[in-house]
């Protein structure tokens, strides 16, 4: 079945270490995407590719990294910068969209749970 | 700034009572507007996808409409499966891939 994981579903970090979020998709996607969900509020953008060996900052990318070498993958480090981490983490890819004028419809994985210890 | 404002926040009801959902938009060149629901504790799960106003796309109870600045998700005869939170989202101007979320509205639906 063709899909997007995450791994994994809950991560607890203590403070001051850095960890990485895997994110993996067997849809042959040009683009992939990771937002942020704090509670009771809608997503927001951290980083996204559209292409391998490269990408752009979203609207939160401070204390956030990523690294695109591959085209199934998408990992992301939250870093020490990062003090406020908590949150429920959503990767998601899609089509480049440049043969339907630019629209691409997102399909994301189930999530990870990123805690404070 | 694109912006993307969904209501009510919240949404209570009974089972068999039909309502709407509201995503009103504030973005220059849409290029398109989606439609995800949200389970408690798992990623969106697609929808529909609405291009140019006046477009309408159904699927079960759902039906979603557009015009040039808000669109609407129709349940009709809902039931407590229904219950969860609906997202939307815009595409816009010439951010390729950038999509900006409205918070969701969560719905509940009594049996």
């Known amino acids: 079945d063709g899909g997007i994981t995450q791994s994994p579903k809950y991560l607890f970090r203590k403070e001051g270490q850095n960890v990485t979020l895997s994110c993996e998709q067997n849809?042959?996607?040009?683009?992939m995407y990771w937002y942020r969900q704090d509670p009771g509020q809608g997503l927001r953008l951290i980083y996204y590719?559209?292409?391998?060996?490269?990408?752009q900052k979203g609207d939160i990318a401070e204390g956030y990294s990523v690294s695109r070498e591959k085209k199934e993958s998408f990992p992301l480090t939250v870093t020490s910068a990062q003090k406020n981490p908590t949150a429920f983490y959503l990767c998601?890819?899609?089509?480049?969209?440049?043969?339907?004028?630019?629209?691409?419809?997102?399909?994301f994985g189930p999530g990870t749970r990123l805690l404070v210890l | 700034e694109d912006q993307v404002t969904q209501s009510p926040e919240a949404l209570r009801l009974q089972e068999g009572e039909s309502s709407s959902l509201n995503c009103s938009y504030t973005?220059?060149?849409?290029?398109?507007l989606f439609w995800y629901r949200q389970d408690p504790g798992k990623g969106p799960e697609f929808l529909f996808t609405?291009?140019?106003a006046g477009e309408e796309k159904e699927k079960e109870r759902l039906k979603a409409t557009l015009t040039k600045k808000e669109s609407f998700l129709h349940i009709t005869a809902p039931k407590p499966e229904d219950s969860a939170t609906y997202l939307c989202?815009?595409?816009?101007?010439?951010?390729?891939?950038?999509?900006?979320f409205g918070d969701g509205t969560t719905l509940t639906v009594k049996p």
């Open positions: 609405l291009y140019s």
């Open positions: 998601a890819s899609s089509t480049n969209g440049r043969d339907r004028g630019g629209r691409e419809t997102q399909y």
């Open positions: 973005v220059s060149g849409l290029r398109g």
């Open positions: 590719s559209q292409i391998v060996n490269d990408f």
């Open positions: 849809l042959n996607h040009d683009a």
């Open positions: 989202a815009v595409q816009a101007g010439t951010n390729a891939g950038k999509s900006t």
